[in-house]
């Protein structure tokens, strides 16, 4: 009988272990979905742990996930780096406001061309990922960059293999400025590629565009930073060159039109404006309208973040979204009766 | 009645209870599998419908137009690829430890083998992406196309700029981690042959080669042949080692030196962001492809195992 004793034990065991859990009586907000601002939400969430010992759990399980997740309300908020269209807010019953900026930058390997130098814009780039640009000499990338000594090699164009915000934010600048793009391949986080090759993550991009000379790719501002590959300027769509830099990316952020009425949806990219850098994305956090009451501690949350997270996105390459980006922000949480 | 015997009868009755349970766990999981990836696919089926999804190379995600026949064709190579690369190296592996080796190095063999098997998959990954595709690149590709490449036929499968990130290096990749399967496997096999039929063999002269050729693989080709059958579900289903060294290109492949992908790859790569209805539910419609591929696959193993069995 010691046996069926055990066995009985053990049953018990699994059927107590796997039973509801004791309420806690800490408050636990549960966030997911983008994985491109999870270092800076998870460095938020642990310094507001230390202020305010509310704990915020974020899991980056991508953008699309993160929609799904709000719309079968199983989270507290969900994130996501394409923002949602406003009718699709409205369909279910969601509120919608970005958190903080990022900007995607081109990154090349040529070992001629002194480091951070060399001028592109969007047609040529366009070009480049349609495969119509093969050889670093090709006359367009002449013209934009007069008495640089281009080396006469081909051209490998890298993107992202695996769906991503990035890619998003990238074939949006591309459709803007090329209709071939537009017509041919249009945006989304995953598209159909023309030519080149594909690399996983922002990481993967980097470290390939690094060890590969002769390579283009394009990358979050932050891993070619901390990778330390070569950028290159962009002309933006007032005609002036751009260098990528946190100023250009406030600039255009400024300047887009991230209006409350919208649900903040709109795209940073080809900004009209002297300096502002023409691929910028913001990143988005979505809530359930009709949670009033978790929503005000979200809402405590991102509040706390905008005013003392600033220093802690700069640290971590991100761009914090401009003041007045804020203010409006906090008028849409008032209207919600959230702040 | 003893109270003795009504135990024994109770135990017995709760041994037959207990392992019946656990043997049909598993076949309702795999049905349980099949059911969900049919239901989640069930948008993807109405939508392109079988041949249709099957023959199509498209995959846009934008246009909303998929297709499985790249995925498909990518899992077939890499995998066929990987089996070719990994059989001989793993039998020679199993002959050397169990005919050839001394004791001592034996058993370092062994573990170094079994330590293959337990390194995690993303780690071969990685190691693929930082180490091995730019070795492969640089000189080991460029090689292969100065040699075998010069070839009538077969140097059409080296055609292109080696870039690292194709079919070949993951499928080198892939034999690295199926090897501890068939070598293991391959070893027990060969160990298990009668020392009665080896000395026999000697006793008549037959050299070592031969002990090795003639009385000691077709005994154990069974357990070998099991063996591979095993590594191929492996490879079938590995996912993040591939996707960091195979590029997720959507395009039927012509050479060996070019970018493709695989289910899992495409799997690995846009399950997370796949924001659409029809993008995720085409994504388990390819899943589910994989599973029905992999259990003929298997299947077909196993009745060339019973057939062999029964000569």
Known sequence: MKYLSLLLG????????????????????????????????????????????IKVNYQSIGSGGGIRQIIERTVDFGATDMPLKPEEVEKNN???????????????????VPPNSLVLDGNTVCKIFLGEIKSWDSPEIKALNPGVNLPSKPLTPIYRSDGSGTTAIFTHYLTQVCPKWAKEVGFGTSVNW???????????????????????GYVEYAYALQNKLSWTKMKNAV??????????????????????EKHFYTWITNVSEKNAWPIVGATYILLAKEKTEVNKEVVKFFDWAFKNGDSMAKNLHYVPLPEEVKEKIRNLWKSHNLY | ?????????????????????????????????????????YPAIKTFGFLGFLLSTEWDPVKEVF??????????????????????????????????????LKDFISTGIELLAAIPSIIYGMWGLFTL?????KYIEPFLQETIGKLPLIGKLFEGTPLGIDLLTASVILSIMIIPFTASVARDSLALTPPVLKESAYAIGATKWEVIKDVMLPYSKLGIIGGIGLSLGRALGETMAVAFVLGNVNKIPTSLLEASTTVTVKLA????????DIHLASLFYLALLLFIMSFFILALAKLLFLKIERR
């Open chain 1, 94 to 112: 969601l509120i919608q406001f970005p958190a903080v900026i990022g900007g995607v930058v081109l990154v090349v390997n040529l070992p001629e």
């Open chain 2, 67 to 104: 297709g499985a026949a790249p995925s498909l064709i990518g899992t077939l190579i890499t995998s066929l690829l990987a089996l070719t690369i990994a059989v001989p190296t793993a039998l020679g592996i199993a002959i050397f430890i169990n005919e050839v080796a001394p004791s001592f």
């Open chain 1, 10 to 53: 053990w049953l018990i065991f699994l059927i107590v272990g796997c039973g509801p859990k004791e309420e806690k009586a800490q408050r636990t907000l549960n966030g997911a979905g983008a994985t491109f601002p999870y270092p800076l939400y998870a460095s938020w969430a642990s310094e507001y742990y230390k202020n305010t010992k």
């Open chain 1, 239 to 260: 005609g002036n060159i751009v260098v990528p830099e946190e100023s250009s990316f406030k600039e255009a952020a400024s300047f887009a039109k991230l209006e409350p």
């Open chain 2, 1 to 41: 009645m003893t109270s003795s015997f009504k135990r024994e009868i109770f135990f017995n009755l709760a041994y037959l209870i207990i392992t019946f349970l656990a043997s049909f766990i598993i076949i309702f999981l795999a049905l349980g599998i099949f059911l969900v990836l049919f239901k989640e696919a």
């Open chain 2, 269 to 276: 790569n846009e399950f997370t962001e796949a924001d659409k």
């Open chain 1, 194 to 216: 023309k030519a080149g090759l594909g690399a996983k993550g922002n990481e993967g991009v980097a470290n390939y565009v690094q060890r590969t000379p002769y390579t283009i």
């Open chain 2, 133 to 137: 595709a730019p070795l492969m690149a």
